[in-house]
């Protein structure tokens, strides 16, 4: 036998999920509480257990444990927690612009404005057993750009449909998450936010049960989907016409599944509808439901790396649609409504979404969608086409690899249906001017510098422009003028 202080080395297999940060949507209270949390958690981060780094003579075939006995070891010894947090401060200003007609109850205000937000969230993550469990706790406060109406593409993923001056406390996610391996090449991915370190086949099937985002699964791309890191404009960030399940801040209760085969992803999940657009609540026992799925085709083109999704999204709740609220105010002498004409519906919309490295410094990214604009947007934004586009360039030209720069623009269009209603008075998730004189489809484009000051240190100046805010001619243009600070741990 081997004398006990003779070391060996081993071979720690580590499991782990997705390579992935999910993301997402008094001022003194929240800003002093992410020093603190910073300054307290510094250096939680490092595993519990780490292999020894000594290197000694192997042990001889007769003296090495059984394999059954080096898989319980190693299962052991990887880590089984992930503990980060990040703070994230935005500012948003725009000047007076033209407005031909009178503001409504859901236009942006035609003066000068200044809105803030923030948020501090705490990543906390453990394995039990081959099942990993993530509680995200968050503080918000503030609010959008006039409450967060007025531009149906909204210039701010970190202004949510509902605000407070003073902080309050909120739960996005409690979720699950379990990985069954299939075989093929052996991945790892880095200790971070919702994700333990460690590895996992390639090929594998995936589950994740319980609350959190329907675009934490769906619609990712690698250019254009983090407000808090990349663009800001709603429909830069997501497909503009994925009317997703969620609550008024983005979330909702559900199940993903995932088939991850070689180049191919199949996903699929099922989520809960809020109970009426553009509210707090979700409706219990998913009586009001959605259905999502999604083809991935991964791909080297010119040995650089491209991804292709192909998604379709199926909602069944009671919803109004448009011609009808129309039809009933005209009869009742009153403005239409969609809440007066609610009846249960299936609505349907799709989308395409690419992503392709053109150089390693510069990527690209492409979404177009559409959904059945006979009826209201239920939980996003009043979309009903929408393409979008741009470009997504590293610093490593001028010596800062960790800057991003980039420019995104994006086309938004609503149904005949839709302009029928909105031109009759009537009000939807994030528009209403009251009227819609003259239509015309929306047109933004983003442009933002993120620039990394020290390592978890990020400041980005952000600028947007919406011509025909709300698909009206009457107002705007609109410049948008941004700060975001983002801290990361």
Do not use: C
């Amino acid at each position: 036998m081997v004398a006990d202080d003779i070391a060996t080395n081993r071979s720690i297999r580590e499991t782990v999920i997705m390579s992935q940060i999910f993301r997402p949507h008094a001022r003194r209270g929240v800003a002093t509480a992410t020093i603190a949390l910073f300054a307290l958690l510094g250096g939680a981060t490092e595993p519990l257990l780490a292999a020894d780094p000594q290197i000694v003579d192997a042990p001889s075939a007769s003296e090495a444990p059984p394999p059954a006995a080096k898989e319980e070891h190693a299962m052991a010894e990887r880590p089984w927690y992930s503990l980060h947090i990040q703070g994230t401060f935005t500012n948003q200003a725009h000047p007076k612009f033209r407005s031909q007609i009178p503001n409504g109850t859901q236009s942006m205000e035609a003066g000068r404005q200044t809105a803030e937000t923030s948020d501090l969230t705490l990543y906390a993550g453990v394995r039990i057993g081959e099942v990993e469990f993530y509680f995200n706790p968050e503080m918000e406060q503030g609010y959008g750009l006039s409450n967060t109406y007025g531009v149906a593409g909204y210039v701010s993923g970190e202004a949510y449909k509902v605000g407070q001056y003073a902080p309050y406390y909120r739960t996005p996610r409690l979720f699950g998450r379990y990985i069954l391996g299939l075989g093929g090449e052996e991945q790892t991915v880095e200790d971070g936010p919702n994700q333990i370190a460690g590895s996992h086949d390639s090929d594998n099937i995936t589950v994740t049960f319980g609350k959190f985002g329907v675009t934490d699964i769906f619609d990712n791309n690698t250019y254009a989907h983090d407000p808090r890191s990349d663009f800001m404009n709603w429909s830069l960030i997501d497909m503009g016409a994925f009317d997703y399940a969620a609550e008024a801040w983005g979330y909702s209760y559900g199940a993903a599944l995932e088939w991850n085969q070689g180049p191919w992803s199949l996903r699929g999940g099922m989520f809960d509808m809020s109970r009426e657009p553009n509210v707090k609540y979700l409706e219990r026992g998913f009586g009001q439901y959605q259905v999502v799925t999604e083809l991935e085709r991964r791909y080297d083109l010119f040995a650089n790396p491209g991804k292709i999704r192909v998604l379709y999204y199926l909602s069944s709740a009671k919803m109004g649609r448009f011609d009808e609220a129309v039809s009933f105010g005209e009869a009742n002498g009153a403005t239409p409504a969609t809440s007066t004409v609610r009846h249960h519906h299936i609505k349907q919309g799709g989308g395409l979404n690419m992503e392709q490295q053109i150089l390693p410094d510069l990527g690209s990214f492409l979404r177009l969608s559409m959904s059945d604009g006979s009826y209201e947007s239920f939980d996003f934004t009043d979309i009903t086409e929408s393409v979008s586009g741009g470009f997504s360039m590293s610093g490593d030209r001028w010596g800062r690899p960790d800057d991003t720069v980039a420019i995104g623009g994006a086309v938004n269009a609503i149904s005949k249906a839709a302009q029928r209603y909105f031109a009759a008075g009537g009000t939807g998730v994030v528009i209403g001017d009251g009227q819609l004189p003259s239509y015309a489809p929306e047109k933004l484009i983003e442009a933002y510098y993120k620039a990394t000051v020290v390592p978890g240190v990020q400041l980005t100046a952000d600028y947007q422009r919406a011509t025909n805010p709300a698909y009206n001619t009457k107002r705007g243009p609109i410049n948008f003028y941004g700060l975001r600070l983002h801290l990361a741990y």
